[in-house]
């Protein structure tokens, strides 16, 4: 088995990984003769650039090029013949085929919006990754059009898959990660971790990811457009959970550098998860009838650091508990405006459950139509400093009750707490 480093940034050791086992299926490029393959037509980082995602194989100079139809006449035919560390160049073309990926390959479109890739069964992924506990497993999948499958791409177990300068389209999730229980033990020292960058979602999920603890997620520097749920994470776990002040817990999961735009219904959400930095992102919501929330925290721990989020029917960011733990977040430096609206539920800027707790800091939290920090009880804010808080429509500094219901009032405690007297 060829053995493959990973150069991590920000100083992550290197993962090693897993394979698996399952079947091929029916693939057919649609017709004809395709040019041959142009690799300046890959898209290269000149030398100013840093690389969005990790640098990625130290794979032997003299592996090979498999090309499709030149030399293979489907996808999934070049993937069960290549070697370890194998390229798979796809020419420009239609192609309608599940794959199945077993092996470390690099699946590679010479010209993303040349290289079209559909499920051949509605029922099917287009590209399904599997590894399991035994075998060290890498996948790189850039510049293809994967469009009208029910899943993209499709990452179980704890390989590391890198996925980058792809466009996903009229999917009904972009790409799903899994890593499954049965194969964490195995997995405890080693990691594995699914790298998502640069990448352009339209329609459908963008990102549907359950990494558990042991599963590093990178999603960073991509692109989302007219998206109904940007980002789902669930079950992100990481030691200290509950306990550790949330800035000294080391993040297994990145949000960052994202451009969210015509959200229809949620740009982030996070259920049971902790380790998770949501940063310089922007994330808009619709200008339509959606109501959209741009950050959902349930029963979760975040960072949320230097993101733009506005424009957004419901609210800004909304913390509250779920079945486990309760909501808990970070606030710094965020501009959170133009959000919620005057009447029905209570929305706005920053809405924060009973049983949650926040810390506000430096954040301009302004111009919404609801109001700007509004909460279940003053002391779900635990630190506030530093905000501008002004111009929202309802009020700057909001309480409410559920139980017994209330609706929302001004909250003179919560004003004295964020600005003194």
């Not at 004809?32 to 290269?44: F, K, S």
């Not at 590894?131 to 899943?151: C, K, R």
């Not at 999961?253 to 740009?267: A, H, P, Q, R």
């Not at 209570?346 to 809405?351: A, D, K, R, W």
């Amino acid at each position: 088995m060829l053995m493959l480093r990973v150069r991590w940034l920000v100083g992550l050791t290197p993962l090693i990984l897993l394979v698996g086992i399952l079947i091929a299926s029916v693939v057919s490029p649609t017709g004809g003769r395709a040019p041959a393959p142009i690799m300046e037509e890959i898209p290269v980082l000149n030398s100013q650039e840093q690389p969005l995602c990790p640098e990625q194989l130290d794979f032997p100079k003299e592996a090979p090029i498999l090309r499709v139809p030149q030399d293979f006449s489907t996808i999934q035919a070049a993937i069960n013949a290549a070697p370890e560390g194998a390229t798979i160049q796809i020419s420009p073309g239609a192609y309608t085929e599940s794959l199945i990926i077993r092996k470390s390959v690099r699946i590679q479109g010479v010209a993303r919006d040349q290289v079209v890739l559909k499920s051949a069964n509605q029922n099917w992924s287009a590209i399904l990754i599997v590894s399991g506990y035994d075998e060290s497993l890498m996948v790189v999948i850039e510049n293809l059009t994967i469009a009208e499958s029910l899943v993209g791409v499709e990452v179980i177990g704890v390989p590391t898959a890198v996925i980058q300068y792809n466009a996903f389209r009229d999917n009904g999730t972009s790409i799903l990660t899994l890593a499954t229980a049965e194969l964490l033990p195995f997995s405890a020292a080693r990691g594995g971790g699914a790298f998502i960058c640069g990448n352009i979602f339209e329609d459908g999920t963008g990102v549907y990811a359950v990494p558990r603890d042991q599963h590093y997620l990178w999603i960073i520097g991509n692109s989302f457009r007219n998206i109904d749920v940007g980002v789902r994470l669930e079950k992100s776990y990481v030691k200290g959970q509950g306990t550790e002040p949330l800035r000294t817990i080391f993040p297994r999961v990145y949000i960052k550098k994202n451009t969210m735009k015509e959200i229809k219904s949620l740009g982030v959400i996070l259920l049971d998860s902790a380790g998770v930095m949501i940063q310089e992102n922007t994330i808009e919501g619709s200008t339509n009838k959606y109501r959209s929330s741009g950050v959902v925290i349930t029963g979760s721990e975040a960072i949320l650091e230097s993101n733009t989020i506005h424009g957004h029917r419901r609210s800004g960011v909304e913390i509250g508990s779920g079945e486990l733990l309760k909501g808990r977040a970070l606030l710094k430096g965020n501009r959170i405006e133009n959000n919620g609206r005057s009447e029905g539920f209570p929305s706005g800027g920053v809405v924060i459950s009973l049983l949650s707790q926040a810390e506000l800091i430096e954040n301009r939290i302004s111009d919404n139509a609801g109001w700007g920090i509004l909460v279940g009880s003053s002391w779900s804010v635990e630190v506030c400093r530093g905000n501008q808080v002004i111009g929202n429509g309802s009020g700057d500094y909001g309480w409410y009750s559920i139980y017994p219901p209330a609706g929302p009032q001004p909250s003179p405690e919560l004003k004295q707490k964020c600005e003194g007297s």
